[in-house]
C-alpha cells in the first residue's frame, strides 16, 4: 500500500517539475513586428503571408486523420486473430467497425466528404 502511494507521489512530483521546466523554458520575450514577419531572403515580404485557408479542406484533412489512426488502430486486432480466434475479441471488433462505419455515414451524411458544393 504504501508503495503504491510513494509510486503515485513520485510520478506526480515528476511530471509537475516536467511542466514547471516547459513552463520556464518557454517564456517568451518581448513580441515585435520584424519576429512576426516573414522572412523572404532578407527583403521586405511583398504580401501577407497569412492567405485565407479552406475550411472544407481543413475538415476533411482531420476526417481523413481520423479514419486513418482507427485502420492503424485495426491492424492489431488482425495480425493477433491469426494465432488465435476470441469470441470476445470478435465481438470487440465488430463493435469496432461498426462504430466506425456509423461515423462515416454520419460525415457522409452531413455533407463533410463533399468536396464541391
Same mark, same amino acid.
Given at each position: 500500500?504504501? +508503495?503504491?502511494?510513494? +509510486? +503515485?507521489l513520485?510520478?506526480?512530483?515528476? %511530471?509537475?517539475?516536467?511542466?514547471?521546466?516547459?513552463? $520556464?523554458?518557454?517564456a517568451?520575450?518581448?513580441?515585435?513586428?520584424?519576429?512576426? %514577419? %516573414?522572412?523572404?531572403?532578407? &527583403?521586405?515580404?511583398?504580401?501577407s503571408?497569412?492567405?485565407? &485557408?479552406?475550411?472544407?479542406? #481543413?475538415?476533411?484533412?482531420?476526417?481523413? /486523420? *481520423? &479514419?486513418?489512426?482507427?485502420?492503424?488502430?485495426l491492424?492489431? =486486432? *488482425? *495480425?493477433?486473430s491469426?494465432?488465435? *480466434?476470441? #469470441?470476445? =475479441?470478435?465481438i470487440?471488433?465488430?463493435? &469496432?467497425?461498426?462504430i /466506425? $462505419?456509423?461515423?462515416?455515414?454520419?460525415?457522409?451524411?452531413?455533407?463533410?466528404?463533399?468536396?464541391?458544393?
Amino acid at each position: 500500500m504504501l +508503495s503504491a502511494f510513494i +509510486s +503515485s507521489l513520485f510520478a506526480i512530483v515528476v %511530471s509537475s517539475l516536467m511542466m514547471l521546466m516547459a513552463w $520556464i523554458l518557454s517564456a517568451r520575450g518581448s513580441k515585435d513586428r520584424e519576429k512576426g %514577419s %516573414s522572412f523572404e531572403c532578407g &527583403f521586405d515580404p511583398m504580401g501577407s503571408a497569412r492567405l485565407p &485557408f479552406s475550411l472544407r479542406f #481543413f475538415l476533411l484533412a482531420v476526417i481523413f /486523420l *481520423i &479514419f486513418d489512426v482507427e485502420i492503424v488502430l485495426l491492424f492489431p =486486432i *488482425i *495480425i493477433g486473430s491469426f494465432y488465435q *480466434i476470441n #469470441f470476445f =475479441i470478435f465481438i470487440g471488433t465488430a463493435t &469496432f467497425l461498426f462504430i /466506425l $462505419i456509423l461515423g462515416l455515414f454520419h460525415e457522409w451524411n452531413e455533407g463533410s466528404l463533399d468536396w464541391m458544393g
